[in-house]
């Protein structure tokens, strides 16, 4: 089992910058991609970022040049740094995690951008 904490959520403005961090514990062998997903009220879960274990990204539409990820090495932690914050960031968001084909979910962490 891989058990997935999340922090750095928070209230902020519009235009402002939060970072997330997310930590996997328990028995890894290998976390071949680590990423952040969000949900927003009334709606489905989405990607956001994710990042393989060879450093390769993948990004949102919706994201790109605004939000950086990294981690996803050795160290079993991932994060995010969110740049230019807009209000349709708000919502909560989720750590997630692969390994040999299994999928492992953090709790989330909430994100509000206030306009």
């Known amino acids: 089992q891989v058990q997935l904490v999340e922090s750095g959520g928070g209230l902020v403005q519009s235009g402002g910058s939060l970072r997330l961090s997310c930590a996997a514990s328990?028995?890894?062998?290998?976390?071949?991609?680590m990423g952040w997903y969000r949900q927003a009220p009334g709606l489905q879960r989405e990607l956001v970022a994710k990042i393989t274990s060879r450093g390769i990204t993948n990004y949102a539409d919706s994201v790109k040049g605004r939000f950086t990820i990294s981690g996803g090495n050795a160290k079993n932690t991932v994060y995010l740094q969110m740049n230019m914050l807009k209000p349709e960031d708000t919502g909560v968001y989720y750590c997630a995690a692969t390994e040999i084909g299994l999928d492992y979910w953090g709790k989330g962490t909430r994100v509000t951008v206030s306009s």
């Open positions: 328990g028995s890894i062998f290998r976390l071949d991609v």
